[in-house]
């Protein structure tokens, strides 16, 4: 498998946890400290840095150092490349169900029964 087919499971498999899906959704908003990410939440700041690890190891964020604050940064680009991916099967799945469609509205066409006209009335 390819680094880029590697990394995109690692994004998958982060984001298939929901706690780490709601960390991601808080940082699409501002940068935020391990500490302000545990806030809502009632588990140990232990335990979400390690979400933010992994996280953090799939490419979805990074941390930089600001002073004494330690932000969590998400890292748009990744959903780049998740975005292109599913845009890549979403094309293929619309263009087999519009080749469904043609196949469909052809034999619609052929079980017509033949149009029978009234006959005119003589006046």
Known sequence: MDGTGEQLN???????????????????????????????????????????????????????????RRPVHLDAEVFDLMTKWIERYRRTAEQRYQRLDAVLAQLSEDDEPPRVHPPKEAS
Do not use: C, N, W
């Not at 390690?50 to 979805?60: I, N, R, S, T």
């Open 10 to 68: 690692r994004v998958f498999a982060a984001l298939a946890d929901p706690t780490r899906r709601a960390l991601v959704a808080r940082l699409a908003a501002a940068d935020a400290t391990v500490s302000e990410l545990a806030e809502p939440y009632e588990m140990s700041l232990q335990a979400i840095s390690k979400h933010v690890k992994v996280l953090q190891d799939a490419g979805l964020v990074t941390r930089s150092r600001d002073a004494q």
